[in-house]
């Protein structure tokens, strides 16, 4: 692709150009006149010999030179017409700022195109500060900088420009994606990718197409600058009734987190939070730690910074002897004596200098909060000069500085001084400690980014988990059984109890007497075609002691279900083990990125508590393993009072052996293992279920497709 053509031209038609005020093709054409562009400018439109004072041709073809860029505003029924004619002449894109092409109007424009590209349609436009170049219809120029911003909202694209403005940021480029009928975010991004005069890109999508693109382009870019990312949708209406739990806790924005984790990008909430992501980035490298040090002529403001870093699971430096005892030798008699640093509200600008250079000797520490309160014994400009002239590039011997001066008023020109010296500036000590974990999750991201999980096949018998899924699709049934479900994993290193299958509560009383020989109590279950979960009909008893408690059991069961839904009856042993978690795992299919697996806390309450992470198949060890401490439950697996430490690599091969599963079977579109029983002991699968899908059980071998995230 001749990007570079295209996104700094030379030469620009407006296709639909027009002198008639307001309307779309006058206010585009204006706002590249009025942005200074010196390349050649030339309307097009057949109605009018000359527009603003520019010569104006009937069409393309009549263009006295081959345009790098064209934008195009004509009504919807001209669009493929005009593309055909573009790309007849070699230009290199079209931008496509006309809304309300019908499919086949699209279809028509893509078949014209040739080797053009296309930006949109229904676009704002294209904007190339480094050319001088607002193509667009927002509302001014952009200032040339180092931001390059993809957006599929033109509405945002104009809010973020008129923000920008305000704030003296500057872009590289920005393409408003519009509806993506050719150039789509992932080609996007790998464009910024390659640009040398972008140093980060922020991205604000509403969906993603060609997932698999995006995964790779965005990987690839973010293992160079940042990339930052406003993904709405977050709380969309919760996931209608599954055949499994997994199912309904997989929803879209799970995935979508887990996939732009794994690609590298950082995910933030809001547009304010883009940009202070894009300036927190640029000023600093990733922090493995956020050990914070901070220096505070108030007390209270230092106590707010820490209640904030904790409250975003940071950790407050500990100073060490050596560091305090320097201390004491340069503050006064009454400071804090400890982390936060309070050298009392009176410090002069060397009281701020001298500590900030004792800390920073500190190898305790990996981050410094410089914080000052508005008194009238200080002056907030001195202590910001004493702060920057101690740094470089807003670093102390390696470490980032940052600066939160309180006030309004009389604290800007002192933020200012720390902003030319290169310190971040944050208005309040909660934005501080959000800086400090946004470059440790920074830091997290491009260390998950680089992974390359293993695509060799994992312990596992595909052969005889094909047999059972080949079975259960030759009855038509698109659920397993438990037992079946059982078989399958056990294929696959995942193990639960002994178990039996019974026809009647005879039967179960027979098996009962011959598992209680080896067990104290069993488990009697529902065993149905039809019921997924047995315990929300009663189709569970435990704590059974003997064979005829297990056929009253079997009866009660009996009772309770139609008997069009009973197919027998399971006989377990029961799992005791004090202090073990309850777990779950589960596989999921998502349509745009494929199957995930869910990790979290198990039991019946799973879509209530939600305490679940979502992460991509195929897994390897450190993948599964970060999944395992995104979870409340992870804290509790390591052990606590007297209980011990789970058995990590057990749990984690579990998740690998259920991934493995995924990319081995595809007909597998859904899964639980819940609970899977969890301690010191190992791991134990105490229910399972999986769906399949049916047209995909003879027809496709171990999914090549997975591949794409690796």
Not at 74 to 80: R, Y
Not at 239 to 265: C, E, F, N, S, Y
Not at 492 to 505: D, E, H, M, T, W
């Amino acid at each position: 692709m001749d990007a570079e053509r295209w996104m700094r031209p030379r030469s620009v038609a407006v296709v639909g150009a027009s002198p008639k005020p307001g309307s779309v093709g006058q206010v585009v054409l204006d706002a590249i006149r009025r942005g200074g562009f010196t390349g050649t400018i030339c309307p097009v439109n057949p109605k009018y010999p000359h527009i603003d004072g520019l010569k104006s041709y009937a069409t393309a073809l009549d263009l006295p030179e081959v345009p790098d860029l064209a934008i195009v505003v004509t009504p919807p029924e001209v669009v493929p017409q005009v593309i055909g004619q573009l790309a007849q002449r070699g230009t290199a894109a079209a931008v496509v700022i006309t809304a309300g092409l019908s499919a086949a109007e699209k279809a028509d424009m893509l078949a014209c195109r040739g080797a053009m590209r296309i930006i949109g349609p229904n676009t704002i436009g294209l904007i190339s500060p480094y050319v001088a170049l607002n193509a667009s219809f927002a509302l001014g120029p952009a200032s040339p900088g180092r931001l390059g911003l993809i957006s599929q909202s033109g509405a945002i694209v104009a809010s973020i420009m008129d923000w920008a403005t305000a704030e003296g940021i500057g872009f590289s480029e920005i393409l408003s994606l519009g509806d993506m009928a050719d150039l789509d975010a992932g080609e996007a991004i790998g464009l910024l990718a390659r640009d040398p005069a972008t140093s980060a890109i922020l991205l604000y999508l509403e969906s993603i197409t060609h997932p698999r693109r995006f995964i790779a382009e965005a990987r690839a870019a973010a293992a160079l600058k940042p990339v930052i990312i406003v993904k709405p949708g977050r709380h969309q209406a919760a996931a209608k009734a599954a055949a499994t739990h997994t199912g309904a806790l997989a929803g879209a924005d799970p995935v979508i987190d887990a996939a732009l984790a794994r690609a590298g990008v950082i995910r933030v909430n809001d547009l304010s939070d883009l940009f202070t992501a894009a300036e927190i980035t640029a000023r600093y490298a990733p922090l493995e730690r956020g050990r914070v040090a901070i220096i505070t002529n108030g007390g209270g403001a230092g106590v707010l910074a820490v209640d904030d870093l904790l409250d975003l699971n940071q950790s407050l430096a500990i100073l060490s002897p050596e560091t305090l005892h320097a201390l004491d030798a340069i503050l006064p008699p009454t400071w804090s004596k400890s982390n936060p640093v309070d050298i009392i509200g009176d410090a002069p600008p060397e009281r701020y200098g001298a500590a900030l250079e004792v800390v920073a000797r500190d190898p305790g520490v990996d981050a410094i909060l410089v914080m000052n309160c508005p008194t009238a014994l200080a002056n907030p400009e001195a202590a910001a000069k004493a702060v920057a002239g101690r740094v470089t590039a807003g670093l102390i011997g390696g470490k980032p500085v940052l600066a939160t001066f309180l006030g309004k008023t009389a604290a800007e020109p002192a933020r200012a001084i720390l902003r030319d010296a290169g310190l971040a500036t944050l208005d309040t000590p909660k934005q501080a400690a959000e800086a400090v974990a946004l470059l440790c999750r920074w830091h997290a991201l491009r260390r998950l980014a680089v992974r390359r999980p293993a695509v060799a096949p994992a312990p596992g018998d595909r052969a005889a988990a094909l047999m059972v899924l080949k079975a259960v699709a030759a009855e038509g049934r698109r659920v397993l059984t438990e037992p079946e479900a059982r078989a399958v994993l056990l294929a696959y290193g995942i193990s639960g109890p002994r178990l039996v299958v019974a026809k009647n509560p005879a039967d179960v009383e027979i098996a009962a007497a011959g598992l209680l020989f080896g067990t104290r109590r069993l488990v009697v279950k529902l065993l149905s075609r039809s019921i997924t979960h047995k315990s929300d009909v009663g189709g569970v008893v435990l704590n059974i002691e003997t064979a005829v408690e297990a056929r009253a059991a079997a009866e009660a069961i009996a009772a309770r279900v139609a008997a069009a839904d009973l197919d027998g009856f399971t006989i377990e042993d029961m799992i005791h083990r004090p202090g073990a978690e309850s777990l779950i795992i589960g596989l999921s299919t998502d349509p745009q990125f494929g199957p995930v697996l869910v990790f979290g806390a198990g039991g019946t309450a799973v879509e209530v508590m939600r305490d679940t992470a979502t992460g991509l198949v195929p897994l390897d060890g450190l993948l599964a393993g970060d999944m395992i401490d995104r979870t409340r439950i992870g804290l509790l697996l390591k052990g606590y009072r007297d209980v011990k430490p789970a058995d990590r690599q057990a749990i984690i091969g579990a998740m690998l052996g259920l991934s493995q599963l995924a990319v081995d079977c595809p007909a597998i579109i859904a899964a639980d293992i819940n609970p899977l029983l969890a301690d010191a002991l190992g791991v134990v699968a105490l229910d399972a279920r999986i769906e399949i899908d049916l047209a995909l059980i003879d027809t496709r071998g171990p999914n090549p497709g997975l591949v794409f995230v690796t």
